[in-house]
């Protein structure tokens, strides 16, 4: 008799089905979910809060500038304390507009502005078409809607560091007339509050934008290995089903996040990917060793994203290095052209490839090693710091390296 076929779809879902999980909620492991408790930062939530408060007595809050290294609660404090303020506003008899929006989701400013806009009910593409006014037009549409309804507005824009880029070639005035809005408007009000964990920008901003930028600062400071460890506890209950975590594996995942700086967003991925990691394997318990594999994954993807964004060229390159590891210039440009020819590919020259090389080099892809050879004078060779393993499962999706691999 012939053995019963099972599907193998049908045995993992039934499998899935059957199995214990070990999250609870894994929604709250999301980085948008807003916990009800924020830890450690009361001090920094009633700063923000304090220096929001004019809004509910009619008056104009001071522009706000928040800054603090990554993962240090920043967008949480300061949505949070958006919500409270809105959930307030809806008593209030007069109109107070909040709205969030984050640089890096728009690549222009123009799209930042168009969003703002939108939000203060300039719904139309009439009213405010999505491009071909010039920034200045849009900007003035968005302050007549302020003036025409007395609105209260807070204009959040997070990561403004990225938009700092983007204005320092195209928008600078319009930027600087954003932050002394309140110089023109007759009525209604515009704050400005800028959300960045880069903390050279304030050097690279201009000083009149600085200035009125930052007509108020609040620095997040970074947490501490055993905060972290705090918040992380207050999380794992409506995270995960309890007694599912070892203690010891708390601990790991406080002290590897809190290693460069206390990182909250950085121990609380960790911990997600370490409880998919402990499921898959049918685990009752996520251990240290799951850490430990969360974090070797992590870092891994990182680079699988940094190998998957270089052009065709670039991959060509790398692969070169691959497989003439530890060698020249001269013997990688070789092997890059046997490549190119495998593929059909035209080769760039030598020089370019050179300089791509050490554009490579400084993202610490590949590194490059000065060697002396007497008097043959010095030269330089280069390998890979990654595994060949990664290398090669990150380009196994471009279809025109298959054969390569
Ligand atoms: N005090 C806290 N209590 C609970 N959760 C926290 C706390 N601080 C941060 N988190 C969580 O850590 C993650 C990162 O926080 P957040 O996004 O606010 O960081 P950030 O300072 O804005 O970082 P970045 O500069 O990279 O944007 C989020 O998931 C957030 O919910
Ligand atoms: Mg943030």
Redesign the pocket.
């Known amino acids: 008799m012939a053995l019963a076929y099972i599907d193998p779809i049908d045995k993992l879902l039934n499998d899935a089905a059957s199995g214990k999980s070990l999250f609870k909620n894994r929604e709250v492991l999301h980085?948008t979910?807003?916990?009800e408790t924020?830890?450690?930062?009361d001090e920094e939530q009633k700063k923000v809060t304090q220096s929001l408060l004019p809004l509910l007595k009619k008056s104009r809050p001071s522009n706000l500038l928040v800054y603090?290294k990554?993962?240090?609660?920043?967008?949480?404090?300061v949505k949070k304390v958006l919500n409270k303020i809105q959930e307030r506003v809806k008593e209030q008899s007069f109109p107070i507009e909040l709205v969030y929006a984050n640089s890096k989701e728009e690549t222009t400013l123009y799209g930042l502005l168009v969003k703002f806009g939108r939000q203060l009910g300039l719904k139309s593409q009439k009213e405010l078409p999505s491009t071909g006014l010039s920034i200045s037009e849009v900007f003035n549409r968005i302050i007549s809607t302020i003036e025409k309804n007395t609105l209260n507005t807070v204009f959040v824009v997070?990561?403004i560091d990225y938009l700092a880029e983007l204005v320092s070639k195209t928008g600078k005035d319009v930027f600087y007339s954003i932050t002394r809005a309140n110089e023109r408007l007759k009525k209604g009000s515009l704050t400005l509050v800028g959300?960045s964990?880069d903390l050279t920008f304030k050097e690279r901003l201009d000083p009149r934008v600085l200035s009125s930028l930052s007509e108020e600062e609040i620095v997040?400071t970074n947490y501490t290995v055993g905060q972290i460890k705090e918040?992380l506890e207050?999380?794992i209950k409506t995270a995960f089903i309890p007694k599912t975590i070892e203690q010891a594996a708390i601990n790991l995942c406080s002290a590897m996040a809190g290693q460069e700086h206390g990182d909250?967003?950085r121990a609380?991925d960790l911990l997600r990917v370490a409880g998919e990691i402990a499921e898959r394997e049918q685990a009752d318990l996520i251990q240290e060793e799951h850490i430990r594999k969360a974090s070797l994954k992590m870092e891994e993807d990182k680079e699988t994203t940094a190998l998957n964004s270089y052009p065709l060229h670039e991959k060509l390159l790398i692969l070169a290095v691959m497989k003439a590891n530890g060698t020249t210039t001269g013997e990688i440009y070789q092997s890059y052209k046997n490549l190119c020819k495998t593929v059909r590919q035209k080769e760039l020259t030598q020089r370019r490839i050179t300089q791509i090389l050490s554009e490579i080099e400084m993202t610490g892809l590949i590194s490059g090693k000065i060697i002396h050879q007497g008097m043959h004078g010095r030269t330089k060779k280069f390998s890979l710091t990654l595994h060949p393993e990664t290398i090669k499962k990150a380009f196994k999706e471009d279809l025109t390296l298959e054969d390569l691999l």
């Open positions: 980085f979910f807003i916990p924020i830890l450690h930062r603090g990554p993962g240090t609660g920043k967008t949480l404090v997070d990561e959300i964990n997040f918040i207050e999380r909250a967003r609380i």
